[in-house]
């Protein structure tokens, strides 16, 4: 552990989650030359977050407006693959049903065809036939989704740090903060030390 000499950044991501990761990450590759850190309190990789473990569901099956996010997410993903030399996402295909009658159900499916994002819609007896294992009831519709799938989450996170690290980002693990005095210079007081910084993106618990 580095000793409690005072730091200097010009942004400090608090937080080393998925989200202040992927913030710091992109933080990186679009802020030419700054110097960006990300703080944790635990371990950089611990197992206490929200996004630790094998796998989480994403898909294309939204609605406004986190449809009209998927397609650049889906890209976004495919791009840090290739960055980190890691399989993150595996495509399983997903489904949706419900009764036909239900708003939810009817919001999705048009959500989906006004962003022109792949899916079928099939009535409950149509959605028996292609797909053997479900016994829907008449008045149910279903929604396929063939690009569902599962992020491997704790490898997503650790990808978004390894390339962080690799263009030119600082990690402080085991550096939990007690207490941002704001400032034209923030004065972020951690269990490491004193760390100064001009920009401060809190992201804890995400």
């Not at 149509?126 to 690009?147: G, H, M, Q, V």
């Amino acid at each position: 552990m580095e000793s409690d000499r005072l730091k200097h950044f010009d942004v400090v991501v608090i937080g080393a989650g998925v989200v202040g990761s992927s913030t710091a990450y992109n933080l990186a590759k679009l802020t030419n030359g700054k110097r960006i850190a990300l703080l944790e309190q635990f371990d950089a990789t611990h197992t206490r977050g929200s996004s630790h473990g094998g796998s989480r569901i994403t898909r294309m099956g939204y609605w406004w407006p986190y449809a009209a996010m998927m397609p650049e997410c889906f890209d976004m993903w495919s791009t840090l693959e290739e960055e980190s030399g890691k399989s993150l996402y595996i495509e399983t295909g997903g489904m949706y049903f419900g009764r036909r009658d239900e708003a939810d159900m009817k919001r999705l499916a048009e959500s989906m065809s006004q962003r022109k994002l792949d899916h079928e819609v099939l009535t409950g007896e149509e959605a028996n036939k292609k797909i053997s294992f479900l016994n829907l009831p008449r008045d149910y519709t279903c929604i396929l989704d063939p690009k569902a799938g599962i992020l491997r989450a704790s490898v997503a996170v650790q990808s978004f740090q390894q390339v962080f690290v690799a263009k030119g980002g600082t990690i402080l693990d085991h550096c939990k903060v007690e207490s941002i005095i704001p400032g034209s210079l923030m004065k972020i007081h951690t269990t490491r030390g004193l760390i100064e910084a001009s920009q401060v993106v809190i992201t804890a618990e995400s």
